[in-house]
Structure formats: structure tokens, C-alpha cells
T-cell receptor
Framework: GQQLNQSPQSMFIQEGEDVSMNCTSS?????WLWYKQDPGEGPVLLIA???AGELTSNGRLTAQFGTTRKDSFLNISASIPSDVGIYFC???????????WGAGTKLIIKP | NADVMQNPRHLVRRRGQEARLRCSPM?????VYWYRQLPEEGLKFMVY????????ESGMPKERFSAEFPKEGPSILRIQQVVRGDSAAYFC???????????FGPGTRLLVL
């Protein structure tokens, strides 16, 4: 089945550093969603984007809906230990409830 | 996410047994989705249900898997005659309508021995 291309697969960063990750697709999506999943838990919605070019923030997180509608970016500023986890992008096409998921970016913070 | 309830959180079954996974959606939500997640992968859509109706089961294997969302009670994902390849995390999500944000439960981790 279709999947989004999410990169990087994993990131090792120092506390306080900024983090960037992205998702790309060969087809257009009308909604982009970013979720975080902690070990043993379900995905938690971080940011939802509904318009091409939209830039939305949630605390230290900022996400953008690419102008081509085929990509999205998530930035985390000044990372802290609780940011550790797996971040997933998910896309949704117009009038379709199915979420198409990326494979995730694992964020690891070096002590 | 605590409002979307799933149980059990962990389920161990031997090959050939049946697995029954339950999902209670968020209050006010009548749309339920089931997804499967293999290790190191994203979620894969399985089935979409509304009360008493299966809307889309295109992601569900044709055999051994079934889902229901009765008028009363939780949604059930049933896997008959489980095989080792069924081992995965199964997540339920709910939404108010078919195009609104989906909120996920904590998942059921199924291990088939």
C-alpha cells in the first residue's frame, strides 16, 4: 500500500538542539498531520495542517504544509528529554478518511 | 488519548486460537477505525466502521479477520485462527465524523506464540 517517505529515519541530537524532519509523497494530500508515539502508547496528534503553505505552531513545534501539497515539515526547537519518541507524519486525501502514514522518525537525545 | 479505550493492552495467543480486541471510542464519536502497526513501521489502515455498519474494510485481510461496531458496546476486531504473522500492535481511532481528526487509543499488542 501507499506510504509517505519520511526522513530521517532516526536522529541523535544533544539536548537544546533544534530538530527538523520531513515527509514527501508522489501524490497530493489535502491534510497533513503530525503525531508522536511514545513506547507502548498510541499516536498523539501534535499538529494538523489543512491548507497549502500553512505554517502552524504548537509550543516549540512548528509544522508546514508544503506549497505543492506533496510534502510537510516538522521542526522542534530547543529539544528537551521528553521530546524523545517516534514522530509520524500522516496524510489524508480529499473526501477520504484513510490516513496514509510515514514510517516514522525516531528522536533520541544524547545526555 | 485516554478517552479512546482499548483492551486488553497486551494479548498473548497460541497459533490457532482466536484474538478479540475491543475499542471504546471517545464520547460523542460514532466513527471507528482500526490500524495495524508492525515494528519499525507506520500504521496501516484496516477497517472503518460506523455504528452497525462497515464502511470500508479494504485494508483487512480477506480471511480470518472481522470487525463490528454494534449499536451498544465497543467495537470488536476479531482474528480467528491466529498465526505468528498476526503479531503486531493494533490501534483503534475514533472521530466525530468521517473527515474529522482521528484520535487514537493506546493500542493492543498481540503476540502469537
Amino acid at each position: 500500500g501507499q506510504q509517505l517517505n519520511q526522513s530521517p529515519q532516526s536522529m541523535f541530537i544533544q539536548e537544546g538542539e533544534d530538530v527538523s524532519m520531513n515527509c514527501t509523497s508522489s501524490s497530493i494530500f489535502n491534510t497533513w498531520l503530525w503525531y508522536k508515539q511514545d513506547p507502548g502508547e498510541g499516536p498523539v496528534l501534535l499538529i494538523a495542517l489543512y491548507k497549502a503553505g500553512e505554517l502552524t505552531s504548537n509550543g516549540r513545534l512548528t509544522a508546514q504544509f508544503g506549497t505543492t501539497r506533496k510534502d510537510s515539515f516538522l521542526n522542534i526547537s530547543a529539544s528537551i528529554p521528553s521530546d524523545v519518541g517516534i514522530y509520524f507524519c500522516a496524510g489524508q486525501k480529499d473526501s477520504n478518511y484513510q490516513l496514509i502514514w510515514g514510517a516514522g522518525t525516531k528522536l533520541i537525545i544524547k545526555p | 488519548n485516554a478517552d479512546v479505550m482499548q483492551n486488553p493492552r497486551h494479548l498473548v495467543r497460541r497459533r490457532g486460537q482466536e484474538a478479540r480486541l475491543r475499542c471504546s471510542p471517545m464520547k460523542g464519536h460514532s466513527h471507528v477505525y482500526w490500524y495495524r502497526q508492525l515494528p519499525e513501521e507506520g500504521l496501516k489502515f484496516m477497517v472503518y466502521l460506523q455504528k452497525e455498519n462497515i464502511i470500508d474494510e479494504s485494508g483487512m485481510p480477506k480471511e480470518r479477520f472481522s470487525a463490528e461496531f454494534p449499536k451498544e458496546g465497543p467495537s470488536i476486531l476479531r482474528i480467528q485462527q491466529v498465526v505468528r504473522g498476526d503479531s503486531a500492535a493494533y490501534f483503534c481511532a475514533s472521530s466525530r465524523s468521517g473527515l474529522e481528526t482521528q484520535y487514537f487509543g493506546p493500542g493492543t499488542r498481540l503476540l502469537v506464540l
